[in-house]
């Protein structure tokens, strides 16, 4: 359906796509850019071991880019976040929460 003076119609906006869990790895999306690595910690320990938490920002100023990756204990571990994890508003945000691409898609910048 396209609207008459050539505008296209409104939209949602893009969701990212729901990746498997198929590594203890998790992609944290939608960040608050307050949230730091130790909140990431306490707000995944509820659900499981937490191994690792990094919230990815820029070089050149170290602010956050609004996403993170958050390594859980076990695949089964991650899976459990992701289902009492996502969506879940977390520091005035909706998180989106799926698993981690596997290492080789990562673009670092």
Do not use: C
């Amino acid at each position: 359906m396209t609207a008459r003076n050539g505008a296209q119609p409104s939209r949602s906006p893009r969701k990212p796509e729901a990746v498997e869990v198929t590594s203890p790895r998790l992609y944290v999306g939608n960040l608050s850019f307050d949230a730091t690595e130790s909140d990431l910690f306490e707000l995944f320990n509820g659900v499981g071991q937490v191994q690792n938490a990094e919230v990815v920002s820029y070089r050149h100023n170290q602010r956050s880019k609004g996403f993170a990756f958050v390594q859980m204990q076990t695949i089964e571990e991650a899976k459990r976040a992701v289902q009492e994890l996502h969506d879940k508003e977390f520091l005035g945000r909706r998180l989106v929460v799926s698993g981690a691409k596997s290492s080789e898609h990562q673009v670092r910048s």
